[in-house]
């Protein structure tokens, strides 16, 4: 105990500076970190707009942005004003005046051609395609004054091209000769929030829900404008404030006046409110006696309540809706499809330029049924059949946000459908808040992945931002990882991944690598011997957490209740890890080949004949789509028996070793911020060998193949990692 | 929406210094603040050691305090050293170096006779009646210089005392000349925390539980250490960290560890850790078929997990139970009595030092049983009955935690038994996180009544201290208003309340308006101008909230779901608000003098002629123990129909004046807490118009009297405030 104690001590004694302390921190630690600021703890996200010690930089960025100009005062300009002003004071120390006129060198010109007269006279040709949310940014000579120009068609656009310039800096990259012309590849952008009405957060791993139903309206935290703030800095522009699983109650007007607030608070940051809505509320807060959608009472039932809706929130996005989906209600208890559902509600929505956003997700727990293939098998028919304000929003992959997943099949199968990808951000199968996994390269790897829907090139990217098919409206949604908890995410590099969803919503072309770089510099330190260490472990991250967790193409072994740790063995009422995974003395795997459940056929011919034959499948899927004997030959030479060992192994191994870096830059972090992530690395590792020895004793059951020479046997038995007990959200 | 932005971008703006944001605030708010500091957000609570800006005070300080001497290295000695340090670093600018001896003037000696040879030497006369965790203050000379010694029997009596010291700095008193000898007059000071294992908090309104299940104990929240520090520096020495209404869970292994792992940060900080013990768990989690209290295999169940408890926390503090109360299992679904229940727990616990707190809030809801007496009846006759570990907790009042209650009967009437007050910080039933309630004037109320059990004097303070009887141990808790939010408790002066409870718990003779002074001077600021007039309505606030929700002894007329706003017309499965005012044509309030239910009966003579009398009553517990006709002549003239009116609108317009001083004070407060502050006031304000129209109109329906003249008739109809829909913790 008196260890943890002084590691808690010692980042608290950070809070100052003394002799005294300085011989504990030394004796206890063997290091030594000075630092007299305030504790990071990790409120301010990538915003922090710590001062730029570089002295050349700091000079050059003072001697181009000494004032600002602008003119207009929509809330929209007036926060991109505030922000510019809040993060040059902090960055470069100074504090921007507002001027009316350029008449100096370094005047940063902020406009739209409608509303300011000096960049309507620049005739910007750029801003031509710029459409409602771009921006450009670009230096130039204004009356023979050195400028600075963000520019845009709105308002909106201005902010965004505010926290640009401001991330150039942050990131310390020159801000001369700029020229940046910025649009967003995806138009809805949207986090979706399993808040429930209670302020508790399905799936969430950091505190309770931001949202406080009880005192909203008229008590408007704080917090909410730093959440917009937030969600602007990285072009996010839709939150859909309720959980999937959703509560009637939330399109009751008491609820509806409380959303219409946090829409009032978001607005000013381009940030549309959505809902949730239970397909079932005709009945549960209407009177109703059906929730039929071609039932006429219902129709204008639900036409009625997107009135009112639009009453109080102009600007209202529209409906996310999980329908006959785990039990959620939806049109097919009516004997109606998805699509008549679907179509209902967006006839609603239409008069209003609102959306429906319809989940995709839907599967039945049936023994011998292909849960994989059940979503596709289910929407495919109705291509073409939703209406042009309905989205149809599947998952990465066909089971459930796993490690890894093969593409979703959706994807390239549905030319006549506008679908929104849905990502999840916050971990549920990925070591919740505890384990640090940098999801960028899982979010990469599903959009560069290509369909061959159209042939080559046929990218998700390219299908969800709608330029395959040519779509009116392209969305893309994240599962937020977002609560109550001071640094919002719970882990400190959980926020990487909020950051980096944003990024790569904007762009889904844009790189890991520089969404890292930019993440870590901002968050954290510019300090190259810090950034560059840490990025390559975040890069990798993810890797890591698939090969200790669920490799070589292995999915839904966790535990079955948690969603937390080992479970391959795990059967609970309904389910059955060894569906997923289907051991036997034979082999392991589930064979989704044309010899199997014919998954693969869901795939274009290009793709299909890639992972049906065990010879081209990439070994990171082998597993999900064949039954693999044991002592199947890897092209690394092994057999796979050994591979899963092995894969297994170097995961948690390379836990050890990113534990290693952390600890080598101690005196690069911050202490808080240091003990945090040292603390849950640790608690990563062990949990990482846990996962690890579970799994291998587990499948030893079935392969009764001795470890490889050179790995240690586990230290505990098999019914030893069956037993231990997790948290479970259902203890009261 | 447009105003509600500008509000909140107004604080935003503080953050910087512009002179385009200088025109927005004129325009928009009347008003200049200007303030380079961070945002207040409240996590720092009363310990934020901001610097002393009077020069010659600062000077003096700084003269008086230079250098820390101690000796040791116990872990209370090293918090108690670096809260010092910080504490001075912030508030003088000093770091305070570390000195084996007295070499200068100026040297603060730290220590206890046993470890520190310098304070051995010193003879302190007056640590001998100090017990383990007083202390002394002293001002003296030591090898002819200027010394101020801590000096205590126990290290946590030196962090106390140094908690203390930088009170007095951060109150700007003296610090020459120093004669302080403190020892605390309430051995438990406990806080309960009604937290599920699931991370919510029953009655918690400031977000989630601190308590992070899922990551201890391997992650230790740097916050854990910060909510043990706040604690030790108001003397609280031990927390029950799970809910009353306990899951048996949290006695199993799994969730031991991390109830041990939470011990260990706040053991150096002189906090014990407790758990509530489910009185069926050894069925529930130890497999036996009965929890019987005299079944030998029941009492050999709770030994060994107690053993097993003190291996994980070896100070563990003991076990709070709910028994047979709400639908908690307990001891009569055996036939067997409390007092067996709890002996049987006490003597498993007796070995190791452990205590039992067995609550007394017990009840039955029968219609025309009076609940205000069951307390008693149910445990009366067991005084003398208990062990001589366990401790009786009796709430406040006899009913539950109302805004006012007459004191609980049991005080005075069990002189045999241990009895550990319970009071209700989290307002419950008294606006939750909304409204502005200080609460040390309604403890004071509590403790300074004056029960006669022997004699004159014979008060509540000196029942709790033990001093009357004599008893062993003595204990006063509170149910905890902490949660997950960064401020703790949600509104930023609910932080005064569990200030003030660990103050008055420490001294339960303290003064709330000291109490309320100290807080606000460390908490906003040492300004008179901002200090006085915000002390003034913060010890009226309580009467304000009786007056506008519950006032002349009126109880349990809140909504019977949220218990929140009013609800006097209420009716639930199980429950008639009605029972508790019983209004009719004839009048209101419940008769419990000898004529009606006699629970007068239940009080010593000197009150309970007092109380029996309608003469004599109080005016503020009138409807309480009398049914009072509507024309009855109140000592003020009224009639009791004109009175009740006359309260309800006394309250909301003292709540208006509360807007009014806030609004005044604006360039005398942050700006981030001044709009909170301010929204919650104007909410607030909002919430006790409901409270009075809602409940004025409603006892109109039986008095059929028209408003005295003067009064604005409500505008809105009682069917309106009867429709009102508030959240619900029910609503997922």
Known sequence: M???FKDLLWWTSHRIGSIFLLRVVLLLLGLLVWTKSNAENGYDLWLRYKPVHETSLKNNY???????????????????ITELQIGMKGLLNVSLPHVKTVNVNGTLLLGTPSTNAAIARLNLAELKDLGKEGYLIKSLQINRRSCTVIASNTDIGLLYGSYHLLRLIQTRHSIQKLLIVEKPKIQLRVLNHWDNLNGTVERGYAGSSLWDWQRLPGYLDPRYTDYARANASIGINGTVINNVNASAKSLTKTYLLKAAALADVFRPYGIKVYLTARFSA????????????LDPEVIKWWKLKVDEIYRYIPDFGGFLVKANSEGQPGPQDYKRSHAEGANMMADALAPHNGVVMWRAFVYENIKGEDRAKQAYQEFKKFDGDFKSNVLLQPKNGPIDFQPRE?????????????????????????????????????FKETLSTDTYAKGKGSTIAKIVEGKLESHQISGIAGVANI??????TGHPFAQSNWYAFGRMAWNPEASPETIADDWLKMTFSTDPSFVVPVKEYMLASREHAVHYMMPLGLNHIMNLGTHYGPGPWDKIPGWNAHDYHLADAEGLGVDRTDKGSNAVEQYFPEVRQKYNDIKSIPPELLLWFHHVPWKYRMPTGKSLWEELVYTYYSGVSAVEKMQNTWDGLKDKVDPLRFVQVKQLLAEQQREAAWWRDG???????YSKMPLPQGFKVPAQSLEHYKQIKMPDRTDK
């Open 62 to 80: 003072q001697s181009v942005i000494k004032q600002i100009s602008a003119s207009g005062n929509s809330a929209s300009l007036i926060a991109a």
């Open 406 to 442: 093969p593409f979703h099949p959706l994807f390239g199968a549905m030319s006549k459908t506008q679908l929104m990808l849905e990502f999840q951000i916050t971990q549920e199968y990925l070591g919740f808040a505890t384990h640090l996994v940098y999801l960028a390269p899982m």
């Open 695 to 701: 799994s291998v004793l587990y499948f030893q059951t």
């Open 483 to 488: 609560g109550s908890d001071i640094n919002w």
């Open 282 to 293: 005709p009945i549960e807060i209407g009177g109703l006696k059906t929730a039929d959608p």
């Open 2 to 4: 008196y260890k943890i």
